[in-house]
């Protein structure tokens, strides 16, 4: 049974997910903003094998501060980012919150990155901050 979905601006991109998110983030680190085009991304982190796709997607591959490789995955038509993966945690993939459609689902456990963040953003005190990311 879907237990969430979400897609694209222009729709061309889909998927489904069969579970509840294992954790839920706001990033404020440099990379995320980058490839958001906005002050921290928000990403709901699930089993990979768990999310079924439609679509033609395009992505990016890029080395994190840790040296794993990051790919960004996002629509080939309107370039919506909406998916990533991290080489060394195997079978998870990120999905961008933005592209979720039930929108209470999205309840953020962590800020990260907080020693990165734009200082002009508002943090929601109720939710616990780390200045990286935690081991």
Aim: charge should be positive.
């Amino acid at each position: 049974m879907c237990i969430f979905s979400g897609n694209c601006l222009c729709g061309k991109v889909s998927y489904k997910c069969y579970v509840k998110p294992k954790s839920i983030f706001n990033c404020h680190c440099e990379d995320c903003r980058r490839a958001t085009g906005s002050v921290f991304g928000t990403n709901l982190f699930v089993p990979e094998d768990e999310i079924k796709i439609s679509g033609n997607l395009s992505s990016y591959s890029h080395r994190s501060d840790s040296g794993s490789t990051m790919t960004k995955m996002f629509c080939s038509n309107c370039g919506s980012l909406m998916f990533g993966r991290n080489s060394n945690k195997k079978n998870i993939m990120s999905i961008r919150a933005g592209t979720v459609i039930q929108l209470d689902l999205i309840k953020p456990e962590i800020n990260l990155f907080m020693d990165s963040k734009v200082p002009s953003t508002s943090i929601d005190e109720n939710i616990k901050k780390a200045a990286r990311m935690p081991l």
